[in-house]
Each structure stands twice: as C-alpha cells, then as structure tokens.
C-alpha cells in the first residue's frame, strides 16, 4: 500500500470555525509533511515531523496547528483563519526525513476554502 | 538559497511528439532530484528519483537526466499522448527533509 489518504476532500469554512484535516499513512513511514499550494503555485513547505516529533516549522502562523498522534496519522488543526488561507493542503511522507533515496508520497489534498 | 527553475512554463504539443521539460538550481550540493506530475486539484504523483550520484533514471516513456556540476535536469516524454498533459514540477532536495520546488511546466498535448 503506497497511498496517502486525506480528509476531508474538501472544506468551507468560516473564519470563526474550528476545524481539522487528517492524513493517513500505512506505509511505516516516520516523516510526514503538510504542505500548502496556492492556484499554480508550487507546494511550499509548513511542518514537518520525524518519529512523530515537531521538526520543522516554516513560520507558520499560530492559526494553523499541527499534531501526530501516533506514525500513521498527521493532522492540521485550523482556527480563525483568514480568506488568504485558501488553499489546497497536501500531506505527505517519507520513510525518514533526510535520506538521500527517499521519495516523498502525496496525498491528493484538502481543497480549503475560507469564507 | 536553493532556486529552482523551470522552462517552458506552459507547452502544447501535438500527439506523438517527443518533447524535453527542462530544470536548473543554483546550489549544486544536492541530494537527489525529483519529477512529479500534478493533475488539476490533485496531489502530486512522483514520477522519477535520480539520486545525486545518477546520470539518469528511466521509467515507461520518462527519462530524467541530471547534470549536477551545471545544476540542471531534463525530463524527456517519448511519444506523447493526451493523457500526459499535467503540470510537471521538479524538486530538489538538499540536506535535511526539504524539498525546493520549481514552478512547474504546464503541459498540454493535444490529439
């Protein structure tokens, strides 16, 4: 099984809203990513983590929380976002984080829309 | 600082054609690079790896090439096919778990 899974697929909401989108991965991979890619932009880089710890954070503001609660799952807890925050969200993973060979597996995203 | 570039920014091309996307990056000090096809609000599906110690990698109709002392890439489509249009991105991935993006090639082959 090389697949990540994302949910929801799609999301609106308010800026008021509390919400969390969720990544999956069965592969035994210890890194996950969250990636943000505005319309015809390449994915620039938000979190990453290895064996399940916080290792890098791009300045991303405080609105967008990661956690990880175990080596399979990745999520992206959301609160008072802003319109400028719409975005597709993409996970991904990797066997380690920082491996010369490694190739990093998507996941197909959450379309996010903030109204 | 990595930056990563893409010529053409947008191809058309007719069926059957074979055509050349082409990659450069300024840091040469890289630990492997690789292609991704992206289909319209979908994630990125990773296409071929070349580790920095390759010339080139090949799968199906794709071959990648890496020129690592001039910092450039080049993924070659033989015989193109409708299917094949996408944007195609180039990475780079230097030391630690970061990958620099290029902006992609829209590719659209027509039939």
């Known amino acids: 099984d090389t697949e990540v899974t994302q949910t929801p697929k799609h999301l609106v909401m308010g800026m008021t809203n509390k919400k969390s989108l969720k990544c999956e991965q069965h592969?035994?991979?210890?890194?996950m990513y969250w990636y943000k890619q505005k319309a015809k932009k390449p994915p620039e880089l938000m979190f990453v983590?290895?064996?399940?710890?916080?290792?890098i954070n791009e300045s991303v503001p405080s609105r967008f929380s990661p956690e990880c609660p175990n080596s399979s799952l990745l999520n992206l807890h959301l609160h008072a976002l802003q319109p400028e925050d719409s975005a597709l969200y993409l996970c991904?993973?990797?066997?380690?984080?920082?491996?010369?060979?490694?190739?990093?597996?998507f996941g197909p995203g959450t379309r996010l829309l903030v109204l | 600082k990595q930056e990563v570039t893409q010529i053409p920014a947008a191809l058309s091309v007719p069926e059957g054609e074979n055509l050349v996307l082409n990659c450069s990056f300024t840091?040469?000090?890289?630990?492997?690079l690789q292609w991704f096809r992206q289909d319209p609000g979908k994630g990125l599906t990773s296409l071929l790896l070349?580790?920095?110690?390759?010339r080139e990698q090949t799968s199906g109709r794709l071959n990648a090439s890496l020129d690592k002392s001039s910092g450039r890439s080049t993924l070659y489509i033989a015989a193109s096919q409708p299917g094949d249009s996408a944007t195609y991105l180039c990475?780079?991935?230097?030391?630690?778990?970061?990958?620099?993006f290029g902006e992609g090639t829209q590719l659209t082959v027509n039939p």
């Open positions: 983590y290895s064996y399940e710890k916080l290792s």
């Open positions: 840091d040469s000090a890289i630990y492997n």
């Open positions: 991904a993973s990797s066997q380690l984080a920082g491996g010369p060979g490694e190739t990093q597996y």
């Open positions: 070349i580790q920095s110690s390759q």
């Open positions: 592969m035994g991979h210890r890194a």
């Open positions: 990475a780079v991935k230097g030391g630690g778990s970061r990958l620099t």
